[in-house]
């Protein structure tokens, strides 16, 4: 995660240089718009490199369930950036649509994309890696918006070439819009992601469907209740009620459970299991709503 990290910041600082030159060289507001996102990726990954720092610190004595909630509080902090700076681009397309200027240099701004292109490949492919080993939202937040800088280099090198060699002034400016609502759009999925995490949604259908049926397979397990799953970072947490044969002694209901507790850790590595022990049949009385 910290590599992953650091390749991030290195990635965009390059870019930031490359393109700003581009942009001077070219007057392209398609270009200004790939150089505002590749700023924004600068300024976010910065804030994830904080934030991982500390979501990988282990839990503590005044931090028992870790410190895993950094992270999607980094991803609120992109969506402010991402936001901000579609806002900002927005202004200059309406601006360049209303002074009509041309694109010049065609040919250094279509280099410096190409460029774009394969860095920003190389980066997702490490970031892909490393999404799939720890789960971290804070890289596949980042990695999603390093994604969609293809179709954004892309869009920039088709509105160079087009507004220089047929003279369509204003197809740079609305591709840069594009990319605008593009890059807002990519904003209110992070965001939706971070809250989800931090208001401690649920796992996924699919993942509380697995644990129930991992539990269930085991035979001397009745049936199990109140199954209650969140994320914290690259954490999880999933706490629920065993249903055992009511005769059985302490010593084997705790047999049982550790049994039950290594086998949903098989599929959900480094998980927290929390598992409270009920004799079958026993009807608890609830004070608060309980998920079944």
């Not at 740079?172 to 609502?181: F, H, K, R, S």
Request: glycine share 6%; hydrophobic share 50%.
């Amino acid at each position: 995660m910290r590599l992953a990290s650091f390749a991030s910041v290195g990635a965009a600082l390059f870019l930031i240089v490359l393109k700003f030159g581009a942009f001077l060289e070219t007057g392209s507001v398609s270009l200004l718009s790939s150089l505002f996102d590749s700023a924004l990726d600068a300024a976010a990954s910065v804030v994830n490199l904080i934030a991982i720092r500390q979501a990988l610190v282990p839990a503590d004595a005044e931090h028992r369930f870790g410190h895993g909630k950094a992270e999607p509080l980094a991803g609120l902090v992109q969506v402010a950036f991402i936001l901000g700076s579609s806002v900002v681009l927005a202004v200059e397309v309406v601006n360049r649509f209303r002074t009509g200027a041309a694109v010049t240099e065609m040919e250094t701004g279509v280099a410096v994309m190409v460029i774009s292109l394969v860095v920003t490949g190389v980066l997702v492919l490490l970031q892909r890696h490393v999404v799939r080993r720890t789960g971290s939202i804070a890289i596949r937040s980042d990695q999603a918006h390093y994604a969609t800088d293809f179709l954004v280099n892309i869009s920039v090198i088709a509105a160079l070439v087009l507004s220089t060699q047929l003279g369509w002034w204003w197809i740079d400016p609305t591709i840069g819009l594009c990319i605008a609502l593009f890059i807002a759009g990519a904003a209110v999925r992070v965001g939706k992601d971070s809250l989800d995490m931090l208001m401690d949604r649920e796992m996924d259908d699919a993942d509380r469907t697995r644990i129930k049926e991992i539990v269930r397979a085991h035979p001397e397990v009745l049936n199990l209740h109140d199954l209650r799953t969140r994320a914290s970072g690259r954490d999880r947490f999933i706490q629920f009620h065993l249903e055992l044969d009511g005769t059985l002694s302490l010593a084997e209901a705790h047999r049982i459970s550790d049994a039950v507790e290594a086998d949903v850790r098989t599929d959900f590595p480094g998980a927290e299991v929390i598992i409270h022990e009920d004799p079958a049949g026993v009807v608890e009385q609830r004070a608060t709503f309980r998920y079944h």
